[in-house]
């Protein structure tokens, strides 16, 4: 295990959400924002965890104003609290990407994780088994949700 910890978009929505394993995710971040371990949220997953919050938090599945404004609270206050959101080599996610059948935003997230040595934290969607990088994975939970 790294000294880092990139998060998936599945980690941080079970964390706001308390989902199954969100114990696990909470310690880590905990972690981050005590300042004993660096924290990282690829763009791309910030992006995503900001349209599913408008979403869970809106009506009928669709994002509102005020939806919006919460999903753009809670990416700050992860934020403030030191979790940094950062750029992942386009170039390396798109070649994750390519490999399999990753998620665009969990490629990047791959990439994160190795240009940073960071020990990505993820779920437990089949999608990272058989990686085209070698990094440290650490898994929140055993079973989808």
Known sequence: MSDEYVFDTEAI??????????????????EVFSGETDGFLT?????????????????????????????DRDIRA?????????????????????????????????????EREATLVAGADDDFDDLSLDIDLRRFREDCV
Not at 16 to 29: F, I, N, Q, S
Not at 44 to 50: D, Y
């Open 13 to 30: 929505i079970a964390y706001l959400y308390k989902e199954p394993g969100h114990e696990v995710v909470a310690d880590l971040l905990d």
């Open 43 to 71: 763009e791309t997953n910030a992006c995503e965890v900001f349209y599913l919050v408008g979403r869970f938090e809106g009506v009928d599945d669709a994002p509102t104003d005020v939806s919006l404004r919460e999903a």
């Open 78 to 114: 992860l934020e403030r609290q030191g979790l940094e959101l950062e750029s992942a080599n386009w170039r390396l996610a798109a070649e994750v990407k390519a490999d399999g059948s990753i998620s665009l935003a969990d490629a990047y997230a791959v990439a994160l994780a190795y």
